[in-house]
């Protein structure tokens, strides 16, 4: 996951939610702008990229839905056979 805000913020955003993996901090927008993300108010789009092992990115879900994104994500990856994690 990566987001336009501090790691500051991020941080507590990962402590209040629980997160489990890691949130980029991208405050500067580098990251955003290079993967075409950053949108016209500055902020992160809620986009997914799947890239593989070699660093091939596999898909780019522009559709992502918050309250469904877990769901999608692991049929993404089941779809694209990535492997699960043991």
């Known amino acids: 996951m990566a987001s336009t805000d501090t790691l ?7 402590e209040k939610n ?3 993996f890691p949130i980029l901090a991208d ?6 702008e290079a993967y075409g ?12 990229f799947y890239i593989d092992k070699e660093g091939v990115i596999q898909k780019i879900d522009k559709q ?3 309250r469904e994104a877990g769901k999608q994500l692991v049929e993404n990856m089941d779809a694209l ?3 699960r994690a043991t």
Request: glycine share 8%; hydrophobic share 30%; with cysteine.
């Open 8 to 14: 500051e913020d991020n941080t507590g955003f990962a």
């Open 64 to 66: 992502v839905n918050a």
């Open 37 to 48: 993300v950053l949108s016209p108010h500055g902020y992160a789009s809620r986009w997914t």
């Open 81 to 83: 056979r990535f492997p």
């Open 27 to 32: 405050p500067n927008k580098t990251m955003c």
């Open 18 to 20: 629980g997160a489990t």
